[in-house]
């Protein structure tokens, strides 16, 4: 396990104004937390040495841009050996409609989320892409009805 980084009230106070708006000023996020602005940029480069704050990102509403089908799809592999796996997570990094990939346990291999236009959009990345993987053993599929929550801050 990576090691916790120790932060006070006010490192936890920048971390959520920046999940809520990264486009900050320093000036601002510092008026906002009640820290000068040079102890604020101080801050924010040891949590980003830390590790602990990665690059500033603008997220996108991905059914204005014409990705508005949400699949959670569950993977079982034929095979659990190393190489096998390294493989099979080297193409879904490479693949631009899986946005979320996880390592499970339990009856499942992997859990990812993938956006697309639509149906027959998706019918094309399972049948020709990853159901053709030589390490792919079978699938299921959960198409999401409609978004209920979706954050990525961070409760801190």
């Not at 009856?107 to 959009?121: P, Q």
């Amino acid at each position: 396990m990576k090691d916790i980084h120790q932060m006070d009230e006010v490192d936890r106070r920048i971390l959520r104004e920046l999940q809520a708006d990264a486009s900050l000023s320093h000036a601002v996020l510092a008026e906002r937390v009640g820290a000068s602005t040079t102890s604020c940029w101080r801050r924010i480069k040891a949590l980003e040495d830390a590790g602990v704050l990665h690059g500033p990102v603008r997220l996108v509403a991905a059914d204005r841009v014409g990705r508005g089908v949400s699949v959670m799809l569950q993977v079982r592999m034929r095979s659990h050996a190393l190489d096998r796996r390294e493989a099979f997570e080297r193409f879904l990094r490479g693949r631009a409609e899986v946005i979320e990939c996880y390592s499970m346990s339990g009856e499942w291999d992997y859990l990812m989320r993938i956006v697309v236009a639509d149906v027959a959009d998706y019918e094309r990345f399972l049948m020709r892409e990853l159901l053709n993987h030589p390490d792919v053993a079978t699938s299921a599929s959960h198409f999401a009805l409609s978004q209920v929550k979706y954050t990525t801050a961070i409760p801190v």
